[in-house]
T-cell receptor, first 114, second 113 residues
Framework: DAGVTQSPTHLIKTRGQHVTLRCSPI?????VSWYQQVLGQGPQFIFQ???????GRGNFPDRFSARQFPNYSSELNVNALLLGDSALYLC?????????????FGQGTRLTVV | AQTVTQSQPEMSVQEAETVTLSCTYD???????LFWYKQPPSRQMILVIR??????QNATENRFSVNFQKAAKSFSLKISDSQLGDAAMYFC??????????FGQGTRLTINP
């Protein structure tokens, strides 16, 4: 079975631009979460979606938004990019939102803002 | 707010020896889960071991085991018979119910041949 798939794997954007990151969960998983990992730090929670509804949001500005589609795939959008948005963006999928459901991570999207 | 602290930014161990990575956390919840994740240079976060807070027995997965001290809010990871493939960043993480995963700052583990 395919694992969690994220695209693209790398991209470079200019300050002020917009970016869309994509995540396909493992088949049968209905929960998707997004994390930002700045170099040298642990991942920070951005969003959680379950059954296409937002279930949680981290302490990120409104420039960050996300959605989950009927097939449970998800997009993370970031507007008006800042240099500080440069990071590894991780997507995790699980059967449900609770801790009893193991979270499986994708390989991430490395975003560089110049 | 829940916090997770890993006080060892870097650790190193000789191949075949045992190493223990430390983690403490802060929470007012009584029911939660604790995790150790491994992140190799490939970047993909891989679950190493999981502990349910209501279970007194420490979790074990082959060469990996934990020492869970609920009252002290401590959750250390012991890696026995260290192998070169164990070299990676290790993150301790906490999750209560349907809330977010909260990660520590990570410990970089180096295995010396």
């Amino acid at each position: 079975d395919a694992g969690v798939t994220q695209s693209p794997t790398h991209l470079i954007k200019t300050r002020g631009q917009h970016v869309t990151l994509r995540c396909s969960p493992i088949s049968g998983h209905k929960s998707v979460s997004w994390y930002q990992q700045v170099l040298g730090q642990g991942p920070q929670f951005i969003f959680q979606y379950y059954e296409k509804e937002e279930r949680g949001r981290g302490n990120f500005p409104d420039r960050f938004s996300a959605r989950q589609f009927p097939n449970y795939s998800s997009e993370l959008n970031v507007n008006a990019l800042l240099l500080g948005d440069s990071a590894l963006y991780l997507c995790a999928s699980s059967r449900g939102p609770g801790g009893e459901s193991e979270a499986f991570f994708g390989q991430g999207t490395r975003l560089t803002v110049v | 707010a829940q916090t997770v602290t890993q006080s060892q930014p870097e650790m190193s161990v000789q191949e075949a020896e045992t190493v223990t990575l430390s983690c403490t956390y802060d929470t007012s919840e009584s029911d939660y889960y604790l995790f150790w994740y491994k992140q190799p240079p490939s970047r993909q976060m891989i679950l190493v071991i999981r502990q349910e807070a209501y279970k007194q027995q420490n979790a074990t997965e082959n060469r990996f085991s934990v020492n869970f001290q609920k009252a002290a809010k401590s959750f250390s990871l012991k890696i026995s018979d260290s192998q070169l493939g164990d070299a990676a960043m290790y993150f301790c993480a906490y999750k209560a119910g349907a809330q977010k995963l909260v990660f520590g700052q990570g410990t970089r583990l180096t295995i010396n041949p």
